[in-house]
């Protein structure tokens, strides 16, 4: 009986995707993007040649963070259509941080951590219907978060 | 990977406020080992998707500057009591992990 019960265990898990991840990441890892080492070479390979400032988009980050291996960043996205959020610390060896593709059923907010290397500005951009939009936030830094 | 990842999903009205901590190294490959001095190979997510009842919410790519035990909230509208939400990532070296929770 027990060997049936766990058997089932097993199945649920497996129906529910538990053990099956893999397919799921549709997306390819752009890998140019997070490559990139110049601020202008992140914005060219996420598409961004030009971003409009935006007060629609609001991001809270810590104005000094005492440890840039945890630099809790919050954002919200008030612009309609939402599709894609990018977080980029402006002064990383590689500024990208992280891309996160917004789908139907999901609220146009994102909170996580982030590493910083020093000082420097915390930029969100948002793509909504196709344009670039960016708001953005000096951060400092009293111990980085990189090396060490 | 049993516990590479703890998730917790609060139902206010049809909004679903998700939190998802990844137990991961997240390492820069600039990191050395205090030890041997020798640097700590590149080891971190690349890609996180979401999931409610089996549909793709969010679909991440991240870097290696996402902090170590990577901690996400997000929020599903449109979400009731016994509706499954997942999460799933994937790093560098192709290792995977996956967590479900029903909603209550």
């Known amino acids: 009986m027990r060997a049936l019960a766990l058997g089932g265990a097993y199945a649920a898990a497996f129906a529910a995707g538990c053990l099956r991840p893999v397919y799921l990441f549709a997306a390819e890892w752009n890998k140019a993007a997070f490559d990139a080492k110049a601020l202008a070479d992140t914005m060219k390979n996420i598409g961004a040649g030009s971003a409009t400032d935006s007060d629609q988009i609001q991001l809270k980050a810590p104005e000094i963070a005492e440890n840039g291996a945890i630099v809790p960043v919050e954002i919200t996205s008030r612009i309609p259509d939402t599709q894609t959020i990018y977080i980029v610390a402006d002064k990383n060896p590689q500024p990208l941080v992280a891309i996160f593709e917004i789908q139907p059923g999901l609220e146009p907010f994102i909170s996580t951590r982030i590493k910083m290397g020093e000082s420097s500005k915390v930029r969100v951009l948002v793509k909504a219907a196709g344009k670039f939009y960016v708001t953005s936030q000096e951060v400092k830094v009293t111990i980085g978060g990189c090396g060490g | ?104």
């Open chain 2, 1 to 104: 990977m049993a516990d590479a990842m703890k998730i917790r999903a609060q139902l206010q009205g049809d909004l679903a406020d998700v939190k998802v901590l990844m137990f991961h190294p997240m390492e820069t490959g600039l990191r050395k080992d205090a030890v041997s001095g020798e640097i700590i190979p590149l080891h971190f997510i690349q890609r996180v998707v979401a999931t409610h009842n089996g549909k793709t919410v969010m679909n991440a790519q991240w870097s290696r500057a996402v902090s170590k035990n990577p901690f996400i909230n997000f929020r599903i509208r449109g979400a009731k009591t016994g509706d499954k939400v997942a999460i799933s990532w994937e790093d560098n070296n192709g290792e995977t992990a996956s967590i479900e929770t029903t909603l209550n």
